[in-house]
């Protein structure tokens, strides 16, 4: 039992020690789940810790002081839409099989799988399979994105940097994934905002590069790029409508350029606020996951 391992019930510990002893914890790994894929066949899933969930940045309203006029900072159009995640990352565990075929080619990409999900959810992989036919495999399938990325991964010709791998992160939107927020399309849309490399965020500019330059993607509307204010962060937020309506944008994201993540916040527009509250939107979508 745990309790027989502590010194004292009511001992203490400095943040950062190794507990692994102490606790009797010995390996940590991934919760199986069970799924039922596109054949109907139920199998068991074990997430890809690699393929890591997009970091949460707070409300700026919680946080005031975050930005001051000395950061240089990248605001962007908040889409309101479902988060989405693709990559191509470092198996949790190597096969036989792919032992055997790295062994015979030394392709060190064999020990990488392309993996896609929501915000909180994955989806299904190579090693893994898919749940089935969905709103994130649909746009990923559109946009030839498992291709785009191997390659980019591929050409990039610099594996150790790579490392655990490169995530794209972004929101789908369009018609069917939030009530009265179709952004005038007729059919889905893919738009990035963030990639991770290796277990880091890259800056906005990297980021931008790789998403428009290198995979041939949409990235979120940019509205301002340099040093922050609280006039430049007012204009972007307060009065500004989906073009040809009277639905409010959601807000804005705004993100120092280094891509440091403890200067990352979102803004929301109050007429969104009241919009939102008038059309219950949140009790409406399928995609809040």
């Known amino acids: 039992m745990y309790a027989e391992k502590l010194t ?32 109907g066949r139920k199998v068991k899933y074990k997430d890809n810790p690699n393929f890591h969930v997009y970091h949460k940045f707070p409300n700026l309203k919680n946080v005031q002081g975050m930005f001051t006029s000395e950061d240089l900072v990248d605001i962007s159009r908040k889409i309101h839409g479902t988060n989405a995640r693709y990559g191509i990352v470092k198996k949790h565990k190597i096969s036989f099989w792919d032992k055997v075929k790295k062994f015979f080619t030394n392709n060190p990409w064999i020990e990488y799988e392309y993996v896609y999900g929501s915000h909180n959810v994955e989806k299904g992989s190579d090693s893994q399979g898919y749940y089935g036919t969905d709103v994130w495999k649909e746009v990923a399938d559109k946009l030839d994105i498992k291709n785009k990325l191997w390659k980019y991964a591929k050409e990039s010709g610099m594996i150790e940097w790579i490392g655990e791998g490169i995530i794209i992160y972004g929101e789908i939107y369009g018609p069917g994934v939030q009530k009265n927020y179709d952004y005038g399309l007729k059919e889905l849309a893919f738009a ?57 944008h959601e807000g804005v994201v705004i993100k120092h350029l280094s891509g440091d993540r403890h200067k990352v916040a979102k803004v929301i527009n109050p007429d969104y606020l009241i919009f939102n509250e008038k059309h219950s939107l949140d009790e409406q979508s399928e995609y809040n996951h």
């Open 8 to 39: 004292h019930p009511k001992a203490k510990w400095a943040e950062g020690t190794d507990m692994m002893n102490l606790l009797g914890i010995f390996k940590w790994e991934p919760p199986v789940r069970v799924i039922q894929t596109s054949s």
């Open 192 to 248: 990035g905002f963030d990639v991770k490399i290796d277990g880091e965020y890259c800056s906005t500019y990297e980021a931008w590069k790789i998403i428009t330059r290198e995979l041939e993607l949409e990235m979120v509307p940019g509205l301002y790029v340099g040093q922050w204010s609280q006039e430049v962060q007012d204009w972007y937020v307060f009065n500004n409508y989906i073009e040809g309506t009277k639905i409010p």
